[in-house]
């Protein structure tokens, strides 16, 4: 039996607050706070499939509530909501552990599908490590150093576990599946953050840089993810990655 959706709704705008509470009730339970403690002391003690969170917040603001949110857990997503649009303020969201920027006013149609899409994958997570509802199968890629199991969203860099949000993860996932194959910063959007997705560039530079502070040794000095200039990015080839890891 499918356990029932269970949204966490941070926003302390009692309009917006109600319009978001209303529009996705019909998605499921949802759970609205009005401040960063009451939405920490919620995540603590209850499992929530999607956080939907106001970076404008009394008490704690949205960018410290996503910190204490990802110190607790990696794995549920974190969609965050604002106002702001400024180029610092979203790769602050995204640097903060956020999976995904929506700024208001918002397309309701369009928030409605980015929260099912984050619960199908949210529950996904659950289910490979539920053996009543999946068998235990292990996919696993091998590149260099790194152990990728797939069903299990783990990753382990010489034995290491790795702490990757949900959207690390896919990033890297994607590009260690083509070592050697450069990826356009549009490509990585289209396929990791899907079709639809209206971020900018530096969203990915942003989970890039992430990305690169947790498996490089020396992260201004990348050897696993490489820049093409001009273009975007690759992952090294098993061989490169043999000899820069060793």
């Given at each position: 039996?499918?356990?029932?959706?269970?949204?966490?709704?941070?926003?302390?705008?009692?309009?917006?607050?109600?319009?978001?509470?209303?529009?996705?009730?019909?998605?499921?339970?949802?759970?609205?706070?009005?401040?960063?403690?009451?939405?920490?002391a919620q995540f603590t003690s209850s499992a929530f499939d999607v956080v939907l969170l106001d970076l404008t917040l009394p008490v704690m603001d949205g960018i410290d509530v996503c910190r204490h949110l990802r110190a607790q857990d990696m794995l549920?997503?974190?969609?965050?909501?604002?106002?702001?649009?400024?180029?610092?303020?979203?790769?602050?969201?995204?640097?903060?552990?956020?999976?995904?920027?929506?700024?208001?006013?918002?397309?309701?149609?369009?928030?409605?599908?980015?929260?099912?899409?984050?619960?199908?994958?949210?529950?996904?997570?659950?289910?490979?490590?539920?053996?009543?509802?999946?068998?235990?199968?292990?996919?696993?890629?091998?590149?260099?150093?790194?152990?990728?199991?797939?069903?299990?969203?783990?990753?382990?860099?010489?034995?290491?576990?790795?702490?990757?949000?949900?959207?690390?993860?896919?990033?890297?996932?994607?590009?260690?599946?083509?070592?050697?194959?450069?990826?356009?910063?549009?490509?990585?959007?289209?396929?990791?953050?899907?079709?639809?997705?209206?971020?900018?560039?530096?969203?990915?530079?942003?989970?890039?840089?992430?990305?690169?502070?947790?498996?490089?040794?020396?992260?201004?000095?990348?050897?696993?993810?490489?820049?093409?200039?001009?273009?975007?990015?690759?992952?090294?080839?098993?061989?490169?990655?043999?000899?820069?890891?060793?």
């Amino acid at each position: 039996m499918t356990s029932p959706v269970r949204l966490l709704l941070i926003e302390d705008n009692p309009v917006v607050g109600a319009q978001v509470r209303d529009l996705l009730s019909t998605e499921g339970e949802v759970t609205w706070v009005q401040n960063g403690e009451d939405g920490v002391a919620q995540f603590t003690s209850s499992a929530f499939d999607v956080v939907l969170l106001d970076l404008t917040l009394p008490v704690m603001d949205g960018i410290d509530v996503c910190r204490h949110l990802r110190a607790q857990d990696m794995l549920t997503p974190i969609l965050m909501l604002s106002g702001r649009t400024s180029t610092d303020e979203i790769v602050g969201g995204f640097d903060a552990g956020a999976d995904e920027y929506v700024t208001k006013p918002f397309v309701t149609d369009e928030l409605a599908a980015r929260v099912r899409r984050l619960v199908r994958r949210r529950q996904a997570m659950r289910d490979t490590c539920n053996p009543q509802v999946a068998p235990p199968v292990c996919r696993t890629l091998h590149c260099g150093a790194f152990v990728i199991e797939i069903d299990q969203h783990r990753v382990l860099l010489a034995g290491e576990r790795l702490a990757l949000t949900p959207k690390e993860f896919e990033l890297l996932l994607l590009l260690a599946q083509h070592p050697g194959r450069a990826f356009t910063r549009g490509e990585l959007l289209q396929t990791v953050w899907g079709s639809a997705f209206d971020g900018y560039d530096h969203t990915i530079n942003t989970h890039i840089n992430r990305l690169r502070g947790k498996i490089e040794a020396d992260p201004g000095h990348p050897v696993c993810i490489e820049t093409v200039w001009g273009v975007g990015y690759r992952f090294a080839e098993a061989p490169d990655l043999v000899q820069a890891l060793a």
